[in-house]
C-alpha cells in the first residue's frame, strides 16, 4: 500500500512558476512509475506528466511540454512537478498518482494512462490568474 501527498499548490499569476510536491509512503517507491493528472472545473481528469521507476524516462502532454518537467528523488521518496510559464489553462485540481509495482523493463516508462494507476493523492489545487 502507498500513500500519496501532495502539496505546494496555490494561487500564482500568469507566467509565474509553482512547484508541486508529492511525498509517498512505504519502502517500495523506486519500484512505482509515477505520474501527475489534473482535473479542470467541468471537465475530465487528464494526464499531465509521468516518469518511470528509474527517472530515465518522461512523458509530457503536449499542452505542457516545454514549460513542466516531473523529477523524482527515489531517496526522499518524493516525485515533484515543477511549472514554469503558467497560463491561466493550467487552474485545476493536479493529483499525484502512482502505478502498482514493476520490474524492469516494465514500468521503465510510465503510462499515460490513470486507468493504469492504482495509487491517487487527495488533490492540490493551482489557481492561475489573468
Given at each position: 500500500q502507498v500513500q500519496l501527498v501532495e502539496s505546494g499548490g496555490g494561487l500564482v499569476q500568469a507566467g509565474g512558476s509553482l512547484r508541486l510536491s508529492c511525498?509517498?509512503?512505504?519502502?517500495?517507491?523506486?519500484?512505482?512509475?509515477?505520474?501527475?493528472?489534473?482535473?479542470?472545473?467541468?471537465?475530465?481528469?487528464?494526464?499531465?506528466?509521468?516518469?518511470?521507476?528509474?527517472?530515465g524516462s518522461t512523458s509530457y502532454a503536449d499542452s505542457v511540454k516545454g514549460r513542466f518537467t516531473i523529477p523524482r528523488d527515489n531517496v526522499e521518496n518524493t516525485v515533484h512537478l515543477q511549472m514554469n510559464s503558467l497560463r491561466p489553462e493550467d487552474t485545476a485540481v493536479y493529483y499525484c498518482a502512482a502505478e502498482s509495482v514493476k520490474y524492469y523493463p516494465s514500468g521503465w516508462h510510465a503510462s499515460t494512462s490513470e486507468n493504469e494507476y492504482v495509487y491517487w493523492g487527495q488533490g492540490t489545487q493551482v489557481t492561475v490568474s489573468s
Open positions: 511525498a509517498a509512503s512505504g519502502r517500495t517507491f523506486s519500484s512505482h512509475p509515477m505520474g501527475w493528472f489534473r482535473q479542470a472545473p467541468g471537465k475530465e481528469r487528464e494526464f499531465v506528466a509521468a516518469i518511470g521507476w528509474g527517472g
